[in-house]
């Protein structure tokens, strides 16, 4: 599957790929009559009238094989790390979650099943970090709520926070109500067999470099494809400022502006 996206995502790749190994493959076909002309006239004084030409031939295709063989070494450089970054959005849209928590919670479901209908931040550290990056949602829960953006805690100590919301049961603006609901809802996502989750979040943070023990967060585009990741608090603010809302009058139009992919 992650193969086949990255065919998706540059179709053209693997064309310019067959063009570099041609080249190389005429570049080393010239420089081989080159050479075969060259050694004579080498050895042969008489001959040795058109050797620098030869010479000069036999150098221009020498480094069109190693300009092309860098090109394709690049561009297969390129492919291999896409591959990989797929294949880890592959194995994260196959971990599970839930909505809701403990026996209340509702069925299990791949996190893939959202793709398109919302935007994950992934928020992975100990149960006081995840506290607190509730508290910092708080004040804008309905813009990011506009913006389908929802957020997925996993306390990586085992002490998940009861995340609920202050005045839970009333909140103004109740004209909207749906857009209240959507808000309520922002924090209920629990992550199911965390051990697969840990598993994932270690190998992401060995390939960043980051320490295991450190809190991160992981932000999602709509399409499922990874949009930011740091270290510390979700930046809430900057998502509200950078995410279009998927309603009203930017709808469609913008849905896809979720900036580049990691």
Not at 11 to 24: G, K
Request: proline content about 6%.
């Amino acid at each position: 599957m992650a193969r086949i996206r990255s065919e998706v995502l540059s179709p053209y790749r693997s064309v310019r790929m067959f063009f570099y190994l041609a080249f190389m493959a005429s570049g080393a076909l010239g420089g081989l009559i080159a050479l075969t002309r060259l050694l004579p006239a080498l050895s042969d004084p008489a001959r040795s009238a058109g050797a620098g030409e030869t010479l000069r031939g036999l150098g221009i295709d020498a480094a069109a094989v190693a300009l092309f063989a860098f090109l394709y070494a690049r561009e297969s450089k390129a492919k291999d790390a896409q591959v990989a970054r797929l294949a880890r959005e592959e194995r994260l849209s196959r971990l599970k979650l839930r909505v809701g928590s403990g026996d209340a919670g509702g069925r299990p479901f791949a996190l893939g099943e959202l793709r398109g209908t919302a935007r994950l931040v992934i928020v992975a550290g100990p149960g006081e970090f995840v506290a607190e990056s509730f508290r910092r949602s708080q004040p804008l829960l309905r813009e990011l709520a506009e913006r389908a953006v929802l957020a997925v805690p996993f306390a990586t100590d085992g002490n998940a926070p009861e995340l609920r919301l202050d005045g839970d049961g009333e909140e103004d603006g109740a004209d909207d109500d749906g857009l209240a609901r959507r808000s309520k809802r922002l924090w209920q996502l629990t992550p199911v067999y965390t051990t697969e989750w840990a598993q994932w979040l270690d190998d992401q943070k060995k390939l960043a470099g980051v320490p295991p023990d450190s809190p991160v967060y992981l932000s999602l585009r709509m399409d499922g494809r990874v949009r930011g990741s740091g270290v510390g608090y979700p930046p809430w603010q900057a998502f509200v400022a950078q995410l279009p809302p998927v309603k009203g009058m930017w709808s469609g139009l913008l849905d896809g502006m979720d900036g580049r992919v990691l």
